[in-house]
Every structure is written in C-alpha cells, then in structure tokens.
C-alpha cells in the first residue's frame, strides 16, 4: 500500500510539473504575439495631429432608457474622418447632448484611421469588403463619372478623397457594418507603384497591358 501511495504521489507531481511548464510557454508565446501586435501597430499608426482632418455625421440615432424616474434619453453618433488624400476613419459616440456624441464619435474615429491608394481619383482595382452582415463592392470609373454609391459608403469614399467610383452595397443596410465594410475594402487596396516594382513592369503597361 505504501508503495503505491508513493508511486502515485511521483505520478501527481509529474503531471503537475508539466502542465505548469507547458503552461508557461503558453503565456510567454501569447505574450510574444501581444508585444509584436503592439509593436507593429505603433509603427503603423496614423498621427491626426500633423493631418488636415475633415468630418461628417453618417447617422444620428435618439436612444431612450426606461428608468424608475421616466425616459433618459442619449445620442449615438456615427462619423467619418479624412483628409481627402486617402486617408479615413470612422468612430461612435455616445452622449446626453448631440454635440458630445458628436465630438466623441470624431476623437473615436481619429484613432481608427487608414491609408489607401488613389489612382487618378479613382482606386486602382476592384475590391470587396465585409464586416458582419454589410459586404461591399467597389470599382473604379473613369475621370467625370462621380461617385456612385448611397448611404453610409458614399460618405467614407468623399470624405476619403476619391472622386469616380461605382459603388454597391451587397449586404445589409446597417451604416455601422456598411462603413466598417467599405473601410475593410479601402484597406485591401494595392498600390499600383508596389504592385509595378515586384512584377518589374512599368504602370503603364500594368494597366494597359
């Protein structure tokens, strides 16, 4: 009996030592992955304070909570932000009065920011873009089509400096997943230079063929 006590007790510990250790490499290996994502973001992050920022309110939405006392009623902002050279965000606020909200909703979405290529007022290829139940679909138009979009899409792509574009959204009409869904597809956006180095082609022919 003893002996077996024993043997267990060796068999406990055992165990114990290597889930602590498999443990720890879990947590040294999630630490890693958090400080990089850190790191790369930090590097890439847009500064608004050097940029000519402008903004517009997509929606303005009136939210009432029943209380003991009655109704309180509070505002939800959603805005984008750009600088019209290819740069744009979006953020949302909420508040009691429609000011704050919206002044929320613009700090919001100056820390959401991305950049994206512009081709000649227009971007340079086609693209789709999702988020939740919103999917879009963006494709360049020649010079003096205009932008041909509705809603919640036409107010990210102006105020992102693209001036012909044809535009569709696929998916819900819910502005929230709507913006976030075109954003998604602005950001999948090529450079056409880059594209030109790496094939080791002129842009031209790039596209012209």
Do not use: C, W
């Not at 003991?68 to 019209?84: L, N, Q, W, Y």
Request: no cysteine.
């Amino acid at each position: 009996m003893a002996n077996t006590r024993n043997n267990n007790n060796t068999g406990d510990r055992r165990s114990s030592r290597n889930s602590s250790e498999r443990g720890e490499g879990n947590d040294r290996k999630g630490g890693g992955a958090r400080n990089f994502n850190k790191e790369k973001g930090s590097e890439d992050r847009l500064k608004p304070a050097e940029m000519e920022l402008k903004e517009k309110m997509v929606a303005l939405n009136r939210v009432a909570k029943v209380t003991k006392g009655g109704r309180t009623f509070s505002f939800a902002a959603i805005v984008v932000v750009g600088d019209g050279k290819g740069t744009v965000g979006h953020g949302l606020g909420k508040a009691r009065d429609v000011s704050e909200a919206i002044s929320k909703a613009v700090d919001d979405a100056k820390k959401n920011l991305i950049k994206f290529p512009i081709y000649k007022g227009t971007i340079p290829h086609e693209q789709k873009g999702k988020y939740g139940a919103g999917k879009v679909l963006i494709k360049p138009a020649s010079d003096g089509t205009g932008v041909i979009a509705g809603g919640a899409m036409r107010a990210v792509l102006e105020i992102g400096g693209v001036h012909n574009v044809l535009a569709k959204s696929q998916g819900g009409s819910n502005p929230h997943n709507v913006i976030k869904a075109t954003i998604d597809a602005l950001s999948k956006l090529r450079n056409p230079t880059d594209v030109a180095k790496q094939r080791n082609i002129s842009i031209d022919k790039l596209f012209n063929g």
